[in-house]
């Protein structure tokens, strides 16, 4: 009898030890899971929304340290030498998301690649870059032509709107 508890207790032991080890690879913060919504856990996460900036999303991590609350943005290309813009963006877009939903300003969130993770500070300046770009999507919704905003062809190639594009680069 004793044995077998002592058995049971080395395998709770074991588990639990690969479980930090996983968790600490994942990228994400320490602290406590308050918002899922990769799919790994059932049901997906309701959408984080801001009336007053008409903006929606739905980060694939919230992990509460403390008091902060800070977004994980998982991504599952290479790593490049610095996040992309974009990602920093929609990690922007998360920050302010959670700031509104949760009434705490996340000090920083984070865009996990697969080889590595990328802490990214939550600064007014990031903030304001953010409503810059907003504004500029909206206006561009309203506008009748809109010019190509990249000069990569991989980017053309994936363009859910190709077909209809005069200025096609792939």
């Not at 207790?9 to 990769?38: E, K, Q």
């Not at 920093?88 to 690649?113: D, F, N, S, W």
């Not at 506008?143 to 594009?165: K, T, Y």
């Amino acid at each position: 009898m004793f044995l077998a508890a002592f058995v049971l207790l080395l395998f709770a032991l074991a588990l639990w030890l690969l479980g930090r080890r996983r968790y600490r690879a994942s990228g994400l913060p320490a602290g406590r899971l308050i918002y899922v919504d990769t799919g790994a856990f059932g049901r997906l996460a309701e959408p984080l929304f801001s009336d007053a900036h008409r903006l929606t999303g739905k980060p694939d991590y919230l992990v509460q340290d403390g008091d902060d609350i800070v977004p994980v943005e998982v991504k599952t290309s290479r790593a490049p030498d610095a996040p992309f813009d974009s990602h920093v963006m929609q990690l922007a877009a998360y920050c302010l998301l959670v700031h509104e939903t949760y009434g705490a300003r996340p000090p920083y969130g984070i865009v996990k690649y697969p080889e590595r993770a990328f802490a990214v500070d939550y600064t007014p300046e990031l903030e304001s870059a953010l409503l810059e770009t907003l504004a500029a999507m909206r206006a561009g919704r309203r506008a009748r032509e809109l010019s190509r905003s990249h000069n990569e062809p991989i980017r053309c190639q994936h363009c859910g709107v190709r077909n209809a594009c005069e200025q096609d680069i792939g």
